[in-house]
């Protein structure tokens, strides 16, 4: 009878056992999710808020769409507070990001931000490949502000 008792402990800890190691296994993918997006999404804001701060310093952003200029992002819906991007890799490897957002200024004025970055060897994203603000207008004028095709 005693050996009766010993089995049932036994397949009960290693039930147990069993849930506690899952349970390990999907903690560890969720945090290893969670500390992958925080640091691509800091890297992804810091490009923002570089492309953000360059275009409200321009002069000639602010002659075109008039000043207070609001910043815009993009969601499923509508307007919302952060930027679009997209990542693809290049023939030769490399990867890069662009992104748009949307800026408006006095009286409605609208324009929307493009902006392309490419990873250098230690694949960070530096520097912009361009930068550049399309007005939203009959002319549908595009504003340079860098450019280094």
Do not use: W
């Not at 005693?2 to 290693?14: G, H, K, L, P, S």
């Not at 800091?42 to 769409?65: F, H, M, P, T, W």
Request: a neutral charge; one cysteine or more; hydrophobic letters at 40%.
């Amino acid at each position: 009878m005693q050996v009766m008792n010993a089995d049932i402990v036994f397949d009960d800890m290693r039930g147990q056992l069993s849930m506690m190691i899952l349970g390990a296994a999907l903690a560890g993918a969720i945090i290893y999710y969670v500390v992958g997006y925080m640091f691509l999404g800091s890297e992804i804001d810091g490009i923002y808020q570089d492309a953000l701060n360059r275009c409200l310093q321009s002069e000639e952003v602010k002659a075109a769409l008039g000043t207070p200029i609001t910043v815009l992002g993009v969601t499923r819906g509508g307007t919302g507070k952060h930027p679009a991007y997209t990542e693809y890799e290049d023939a030769a490897g490399k990867k890069h990001l662009k992104m748009s957002f949307y800026l408006q200024g006095r009286g409605y004025k609208l324009g929307t931000v493009h902006l392309e970055v490419k990873q250098n060897d230690q694949r960070k994203y530096k520097g912009f490949h361009y930068l550049c603000l399309q007005l939203d207008d009959k002319t549908h004028r595009t504003l340079i502000i860098e450019d280094n095709r």
